[in-house]
Structures are given as structure tokens and as C-alpha cells.
């Protein structure tokens, strides 16, 4: 019964980890709201652009003014844009390869649904209409299987710690930010990603090989990132004193907490009176 009940145990801490998706490192395309690979970065109205704007191997940036770049320059066919390009192309596989903990293939994005973080999987061209709620300090990876398109006035809203510098849209296709659409997150698509009039991204687009359009619109790229926090059972009292034989404490955070759940585990099970001290060392008597 206790070797049971241990392997259970051993199994959810395990989902658990596997819970905590990791965000994929943008390393020099970090600097940069807006990227494009070619034929070019092309804009109308008003736009503005805090973060900087780089296209490459193509160089052709039109539009700029009337649009303004602020907090960052415009990189047109530059070594530097090139860097960014394959930091994203890099960055871009990372998302790809984090693994789906919850397919949401078929499913409405959007319609007032509210997830926590993780990375959500969509094998096919999903939908986002009405308001998608992001809850929750941590990295929220979107696999999108095809093309993401967004509905009229389509939003995305934060809450509970969640930041913008956590959300990942990885798009195997193209990208397409319908009119008055509020958006968050940095969108990595393989071809091309059209803004269309009056769209807000807190976050970044980012195309790999094809172009950026944009339509009086407004893209900051996040700037700062608070540490992420993983959500726990409370941990367990702390046993002072070393252990016997020398040695401190184990320096483990989550190990408390996890020893915690074995004694529920235990305790659930009727392993009582057996003489089981479990302690903040690993050690038991």
C-alpha cells in the first residue's frame, strides 16, 4: 500500500512540473516591436511603434512617418536586424517544441474563457472573438497550427499577475489582428502579420520570413518582467537543528511542500504508528 501510494504521489508532483511551461528565450529580437523578414514593413496613419522596427534579409520600411518609432530605431537590412532574425528563429522552434498540456484544437479562443498559465496546442486555424482572460503569474505558450485570425474588437485582458512579457503566439502560418482588436503578447508567425486599423499589442510582432502591414496602430514591446511564480501547496513547518551526522538543510524550496502531500499520502493510507518522522532533510527515523 505505501509503494502505491508513493508512485501516485511521485506521479502528480511530475504533472505538476510538467505544468510550468518555460518562455523561449527572444535573446537581441527582445529590443524589437516589429520584425519582418521581406518583401517589407509597410504602414498607414498614425501608427506608433515604442521598441525598435527591423526587417531582414529585405530592407524596405515605407510609412515611417507619418508612423513614429519611439524607444528604439529602425533597422532596415542591417547585421543587426539579421541577429534578431535568427534570435527569433530560434526563439520561434523553442515554442514549437514546448510541450501541449492542454489541446484546445476546434475551440474559441476567445467567448469569455479564462486560462491560467501553460502551453495551449491548436492543431488547426483557431478563432478569437470576444474577451480571452489570461490569469496567473507565469508563461502562457500559444501552438497555433495555422493561420491566427482575430474577430472585430476581439480582446485580450490580464489578470491575477499575468504579464505581457509571458504570453507566446507561435503561428505556423500568418497573423492577423482584425480592426480595433486589444491583443496581448509576442507573436512569432512563420510568413507574414497584418494590424489592421486601431490595433493595440502589448507585445511584439515578429515575422519570420514575411512581412509586417500595419494600420494606425499602437505596439509596445514589453521592457521589464517580473520573476515568475509556480503556485504550491503551503510548505510543511521547518525542523530546526541540523540533522545528525553534520549537514544543514536541504536548500530546496519545493521539497517542504512535497514531504507535506507524502504525509497526507500516508496518513490517507493508515500508515500510523509505524515510528515515520519526515523531516525537512530527507532523513526519517
Partial sequence: ????????????????????????????????????????VTNTGATVVSGSLGISPAAAVTGFPPGTVVNGTIQAGTAAAGVAKNDLTAAYGVAASSPCNFNKTGVNLGGGSTLTPGTYCQTTAPTLTGVLTLSGNGVFIFQIGSTLVTAPGASVVLTNGAQPCNVFWQVSSSATLDTTTNFVGTIMALTSISLNNGVILQGRALARNGAVTLINDQITAPTSCNAVTVAGPTPAPTVSGAPAGGGGPMQNDSFPWILALVAGVLAGAGVVGAGLTIRGDRRRT
Fill in 1 to 40: 500500500m505505501l509503494g502505491i501510494s508513493l508512485s501516485i504521489l511521485v506521479v502528480g508532483v511530475n504533472s505538476m512540473v510538467a505544468l510550468a511551461s518555460t518562455a523561449p528565450g527572444l535573446g537581441t529580437a527582445a529590443s524589437y516591436a516589429i520584425l519582418a523578414g521581406t518583401p517589407n
